[in-house]
């Protein structure tokens, strides 16, 4: 994937898009929403797998827990990059459902951190098998070379 270039001949300015290439970033932009749908689709169905009450930002609060990249709130925030009190609101009700525990953080005594519990990594396990079979079918007719490819301009547009 190449980045913009800067065109000599406007004094090292970026060169105009072209009409095409307007239009196949708007087919990018709206390809993304339709996986994006399906991605938010699939979160309500495994929050729904974890507990029926539970919402699809709780259920990434509760991955992010699990992940273990994010045990505190303030963590969870930046990773997710949404609301401290969304996130707070979901903290005490993963807490309330037995799929949260607060801890004394082991290296900060001040410190409070958040583990999942043996319910929650059960059920988290059941959600992403699913979860992982339903992609493993949808995948299954590509092959590896086209998955690294995918997996690459994925990771470069995250970027």
Same mark, same amino acid.
């Given at each position: 994937?190449?980045?913009?270039?800067?065109?000599?001949?406007?004094?090292? =300015?970026?060169?105009?898009?072209?009409?095409?290439? /307007?239009?196949?970033?708007?087919?990018?932009?709206? =390809?993304?929403?339709? &996986?994006?749908? @399906?991605?938010?689709?699939?979160?309500?169905?495994?929050?729904? @797998?974890?507990?029926?009450?539970?919402?699809?930002?709780?259920?990434?609060?509760?991955?992010?827990?699990?992940?273990?990249?994010?045990?505190?709130?303030?963590?969870?925030?930046?990773? $997710? #990059?949404?609301?401290?009190?969304?996130?707070?609101?979901? &903290?005490? #009700? $993963? /807490?309330?459902?037995?799929?949260? =525990?607060?801890?004394?953080?082991?290296?900060?005594?001040?410190?409070?951190?958040?583990?999942?519990?043996?319910?929650?990594?059960?059920?988290?396990?059941?959600?992403?098998?699913?979860?992982?079979?339903?992609?493993? =079918?949808? $995948?299954?007719?590509?092959?590896?070379?086209?998955?690294?490819?995918?997996?690459?301009?994925?990771?470069?547009?995250?970027?």
């Amino acid at each position: 994937m190449s980045a913009p270039t800067a065109d000599p001949d406007r004094g090292g =300015e970026m060169a105009a898009p072209d009409e095409s290439r /307007e239009a196949a970033v708007a087919q990018v932009e709206q =390809e993304l929403g339709a &996986v994006f749908a @399906r991605i938010r689709a699939s979160w309500r169905d495994a929050a729904a @797998r974890v507990h029926p009450d539970l919402q699809p930002l709780g259920y990434q609060v509760l991955a992010a827990i699990a992940s273990g990249h994010a045990t505190s709130a303030t963590a969870i925030v930046d990773r $997710l #990059q949404t609301d401290k009190s969304a996130v707070s609101r979901h &903290v005490r #009700q $993963l /807490e309330e459902l037995g799929l949260v =525990e607060s801890r004394l953080d082991p290296d900060d005594r001040r410190a409070r951190v958040l583990a999942i519990t043996d319910l929650a990594r059960e059920r988290l396990t059941r959600a992403r098998e699913h979860y992982q079979a339903r992609m493993g =079918e949808r $995948l299954s007719v590509w092959s590896a070379d086209d998955l690294a490819l995918v997996s690459d301009v994925l990771r470069d547009l995250a970027r």
